[in-house]
């Protein structure tokens, strides 16, 4: 890594690990079955995609496409439900099955209809046995597509939190993020998520837009918090290969004062919501003091099992973590849902990343430690017998000589606010040499 990757504090969003540009065609294909035979699955996580949103905003670099032909939906859900079926009969094969937490994301999973969105719940529910009612179950949104109808569904099928990617509440800077929305249609949609009366609503905003200052920064957090937002995410802009913002982009490459701004932005939300009752939670989440408790107690994202369902879904076994091929181009993503929609075998992993112990390790280390908690170094030594000093004490002693982790931390390894706030520079950093590799080779497409 160079110098300005060890200190610039906005290199790489990392929410799993490996990202998916380390994934690569798995020649065996192994079977679900044989990958998910030896798997504890008493605490699994299930996750539905839908590859769909009305627009796609500038920053996006999601995978997912815009609009649907005519029939499209149908067919994707059709195909969802022959996976469905073939994952749940490999995992029934290799013992009982319990899902404790669920999550529709995307894409936008409001683009479906309302009876679409019943369907979807009705194959999370019937096909795979999640028993959406009785677990948390987080759904995104968009301002458009958050409907009464599509809401009613979603909170009389059990969802307990619902996430709205508002991104500004300045109509100029959702413009200048390549986001056409107005704040009216914006408030109109969060009193019908708020009559609906979902525990949880959480409100994304980015910072960092063209134009934006810390005065219409605090404008906009403040016209989330008149809503008493649960959660809230705040987003540092990033500009990524192939996306509306990179088409206008000039000058590509590092810009410091950029990062400086970001940086400035990032700790004026972070005061503003801490000193109004928010407790954070990451460098991007923060809660809200008296929010309902959201998570499932029994379910740990460093050891439980995942389950992705749809094209643009990623599953999790301690051995292979598997998904589908995976573009940002338009015409690539079309082609990769044509092919899912058509696709009939779904028993066998496809595309994927093999996990060794010492890569284990690593996603236990950067899972924990990116969380404001952080490591407790009682449960690492537990599952790994060893000490995360003796597997990673370079790595560590380097964060706490820049201050970026708290070196009194001997039960619990935490990063310090300043840390926190380099947190997408810790988390590629800890990336391994192999998993770099694998990414710096990755044929964007």
């Given at each position: 890594m160079t110098t300005a990757q060890l200190t610039g504090p906005y290199q790489h969003y990392v929410y799993a690990y490996p990202h998916k540009t380390a994934y690569r065609r798995l020649p065996d294909r192994p079977a679900l079955r044989s990958l998910w035979a030896a798997e504890d699955k008493s605490a699994l996580s299930l996750y539905l995609h839908i590859p769909f949103c009305e627009v796609r905003c500038g920053f996006c670099n999601l995978f997912t496409r815009i609009g649907a032909p005519q029939g499209l939906t149908g067919a994707y859900l059709d195909a969802l439900e022959r996976q469905a079926d073939a994952v749940r009969e490999a995992l029934g094969e290799t013992g009982p099955v319990r899902f404790a937490t669920a999550a529709f994301g995307g894409g936008t999973p409001t683009f479906l209809t309302a009876a679409e969105l019943e369907r979807l719940c009705d194959i999370a529910e019937l096909r795979m046995g999640a028993g959406l009612r009785?677990?948390?179950?987080?759904?995104?949104?968009?301002?458009?597509?958050?409907?009464?109808?599509?809401?009613?569904?979603?909170?009389?099928?059990?969802?307990?939190?619902?996430?709205?990617?508002?991104?500004?509440?300045?109509?100029?800077?959702?413009?200048?993020?390549?986001?056409?929305?107005?704040?009216?249609?914006?408030?109109?949609?969060?009193?019908?998520?708020?009559?609906?009366?979902?525990?949880?609503?959480?409100?994304?905003?980015?910072?960092?837009?063209?134009?934006?200052?810390?005065?219409?920064?605090?404008?906009?957090?403040?016209?989330?918090?008149?809503?008493?937002?649960?959660?809230?995410?705040?987003?540092?802009?990033?500009?990524?290969?192939?996306?509306?913002?990179?088409?206008?982009?000039?000058?590509?490459?590092?810009?410091?004062?950029?990062?400086?701004?970001?940086?400035?932005?990032?700790?004026?939300?972070?005061?503003?919501?801490?000193?109004?009752?928010?407790?954070?939670?990451?460098?991007?989440?923060?809660?809200?003091?008296?929010?309902?408790?959201?998570?499932?107690?029994?379910?740990?994202?460093?050891?439980?099992?995942?389950?992705?369902?749809?094209?643009g879904a990623r599953s999790y076994t301690a051995a292979v973590h598997y998904s589908f091929d995976y573009a940002v181009g338009m015409h690539e993503i079309r082609g990769i849902v044509d092919d899912y929609v058509a696709t009939t075998d779904f028993a066998h992993a496809e595309v994927g990343y093999r996990m060794d112990a010492h890569e284990a390790r690593r996603r236990h280390l950067l899972q924990s430690l990116l969380q404001a908690e952080g490591l407790a170094v009682d449960d690492y030594r537990a599952r790994f017998g060893a000490e995360p000093l003796d597997d990673f004490g370079t790595e560590l002693l380097r964060l706490a000589d820049r201050g970026w982790l708290d070196p009194a931390g001997s039960a619990r390894l935490r990063l310090t606010p300043r840390g926190l706030a380099h947190s997408d520079a810790i988390g590629p950093e800890l990336f391994s040499p192999a998993v770099r590799a694998a990414m710096a080779a990755y044929e964007r497409k």
């Open positions: 009785a677990i948390p179950l987080s759904v995104e949104a968009s301002p458009a597509t958050a409907t009464a109808d599509r809401l009613a569904v979603l909170a009389g099928r059990g969802t307990t939190r619902l996430s709205l990617g508002v991104q500004s509440f300045v109509d100029t800077e959702a413009r200048a993020a390549v986001r056409p929305q107005r704040r009216a249609d914006v408030e109109a949609a969060l009193a019908r998520i708020r009559d609906a009366a979902i525990p949880v609503l959480n409100i994304d905003l980015i910072y960092g837009i063209d134009g934006q200052t810390e005065q219409t920064w605090l404008r906009s957090l403040d016209a989330a918090l008149a809503w008493q937002p649960e959660e809230l995410y705040l987003y540092p802009l990033y500009v990524r290969p192939l996306t509306g913002l990179d088409r206008r982009r000039t000058a590509p490459g590092p810009d410091p004062a950029w990062d400086a701004q970001r940086l400035r932005l990032y700790r004026a939300g972070r005061d503003h919501l801490l000193a109004r009752g928010y407790t954070q939670q990451s460098m991007r989440m923060f809660r809200r003091a008296d929010a309902p408790p959201q998570g499932a107690d029994d379910h740990a994202c460093q050891t439980d099992g995942m389950i992705g369902l749809g094209c």
